[in-house]
């Protein structure tokens, strides 16, 4: 009962190790996806500062500086559309570096719950361990047990071999001398 308990554990624990190694795996390459991640969110903000940067330094042109400042009608449609575009790129920039920070703050939670996961699942080993630790110790105290109770019984079995043999030799003396 206790080895069969023994195996049990040990299949268990076995299950156990690999779950922990495919959440280690899983952990890694979240690790190297927010790595990339956080590169990229920084590349993101470095490029934004430096179009915020460029707007301060240059003025922002507004539409109405792009209808002041034009020479003629088609220079007024070249300009608006240049605007347009600009602030197209500018809304995408902006619109991919929320895209990849939310990216990245859902990556470190992944991360986080994959880490709580891996936590949980070696303090199941532990105890695993720990319960198959104490049922070898179960079974070496059985074992020693069953022991100290075949040597009583071995003992106990050459007394009644040396009375049965005694008692034999006393019937073999009662009976020779009935013969005689």
């Given at each position: ?8 554990i040990d299949s268990q624990m076995t ?51 792009a209808l002041v400042g034009a020479s ?40 986080t719950v994959s880490l709580q996961a ?63």
């Amino acid at each position: 009962l206790i080895n069969g308990k023994m195996i049990l554990i040990d299949s268990q624990m076995t299950n156990l190790i690999g779950e922990i190694t495919e959440k280690e795996q899983e952990i890694a390459a979240l690790e190297t996806e927010i790595q990339a991640e956080e590169l990229a969110v920084e590349e993101g903000l470095k490029n934004f500062k430096a179009r915020i940067r460029a707007l301060y330094v240059h003025g922002n042109d507004s539409f109405f500086s792009a209808l002041v400042g034009a020479s003629s009608f088609y220079d007024v449609l070249a300009r608006i559309d240049l605007i347009k575009r600009i602030s197209k790129h500018d809304d995408e920039m902006i619109t991919d570096l929320r895209e990849n920070i939310q990216t990245l703050t859902n990556h470190k939670q992944d991360l986080t719950v994959s880490l709580q996961a891996l936590n949980i699942k070696q303090t199941e080993i532990d105890v695993l361990k720990d319960e198959f630790d104490a049922s070898k110790q179960d079974l070496n105290t059985a074992l020693s047990d069953t022991h100290v109770e075949i040597q009583m019984l071995e003992n106990k079995q050459l007394t009644a071999n040396s009375e049965l043999k005694s008692q034999q030799d006393d019937l073999d003396k009662i009976e020779e001398e009935e013969l005689k």
